[in-house]
């Protein structure tokens, strides 16, 4: 098996999955572009490809949240969901995420998506994610790396999901 160098070989046993970055506290910018960083330096994870950076008004949450910062990212993995979720949640902690109130301000948030086609819901992880496809700050930065990726559930597509959003392009 020449060729493969370190880190993750592509291949059997290699799973794409989704996530959703989310910003609205401290340099957002360095935050975002730091969890993506993170993600790509992470045992097990493979190629990571990652949208543009969208500036978003909170949805729900406490009154005088500051704007978010949001992007999505497609990543190659070996790791199954559990594992990956708790790679994201290793990351927020390290990139400085307090947890307080809920849908409250925060330095990173990482919402796993999608991972292919499973639907999983445990206690401690549902997929796909149950909000994804109400949300225009999610849908929005998907649709550009992922246009015809099918929510496994709902059976439309993310082009589609947002469409339903009256939002037609990005
Ligand atoms: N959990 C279960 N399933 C998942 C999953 N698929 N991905 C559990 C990630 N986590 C999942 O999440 C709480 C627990 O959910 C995790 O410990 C995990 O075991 P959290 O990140 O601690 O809490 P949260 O983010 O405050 O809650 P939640 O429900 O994830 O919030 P949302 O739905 O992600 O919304 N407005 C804009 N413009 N942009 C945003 O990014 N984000 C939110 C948070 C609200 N408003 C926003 C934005
Ligand atoms: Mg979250």
Same mark, same amino acid.
């Given at each position: 098996m020449g060729g493969g160098g370190i880190g993750v070989k592509t291949g059997m046993g290699m799973h794409e999955a989704y996530i959703g970055l989310g910003s609205n506290l401290g340099d957002r910018q360095v935050l975002v572009s730091s969890a993506v960083q993170a993600l790509r330096c992470? *045992? +097990? =994870?493979g190629r990571v490809e990652v949208s543009s950076m969208y500036e978003t008004p909170p949805v +729900? +949450? *406490? /009154?005088g949240q500051g704007c978010y910062l949001n992007a999505a990212a497609r990543v190659e993995t070996i790791l199954d969901p559990p594992e990956l979720l708790r790679l994201l949640i290793g990351i927020e902690e390290r990139l400085g995420r307090v947890r307080s109130e809920r849908w409250g301000a925060r330095t990173i948030d990482l919402d !796993? #998506? #999608?991972?292919? $086609?499973r639907v999983v819901a445990t206690a401690e992880l549902t997929i796909p994610h149950p909000r994804m496809h109400e949300r225009v700050f999610v849908l929005a930065p998907l649709a550009e790396i /992922?246009? $015809? =990726?099918?929510? *496994?559930? !709902? +059976? !439309?597509?993310v082009r589609e999901l947002l469409a339903s959003h009256g939002v037609s392009d990005v």
């Amino acid at each position: 098996m020449g060729g493969g160098g370190i880190g993750v070989k592509t291949g059997m046993g290699m799973h794409e999955a989704y996530i959703g970055l989310g910003s609205n506290l401290g340099d957002r910018q360095v935050l975002v572009s730091s969890a993506v960083q993170a993600l790509r330096c992470s *045992p +097990g =994870v493979g190629r990571v490809e990652v949208s543009s950076m969208y500036e978003t008004p909170p949805v +729900g +949450g *406490p /009154a005088g949240q500051g704007c978010y910062l949001n992007a999505a990212a497609r990543v190659e993995t070996i790791l199954d969901p559990p594992e990956l979720l708790r790679l994201l949640i290793g990351i927020e902690e390290r990139l400085g995420r307090v947890r307080s109130e809920r849908w409250g301000a925060r330095t990173i948030d990482l919402d !796993l #998506l #999608l991972y292919e $086609d499973r639907v999983v819901a445990t206690a401690e992880l549902t997929i796909p994610h149950p909000r994804m496809h109400e949300r225009v700050f999610v849908l929005a930065p998907l649709a550009e790396i /992922a246009p $015809d =990726v099918c929510h *496994p559930i !709902l +059976g !439309l597509t993310v082009r589609e999901l947002l469409a339903s959003h009256g939002v037609s392009d990005v």
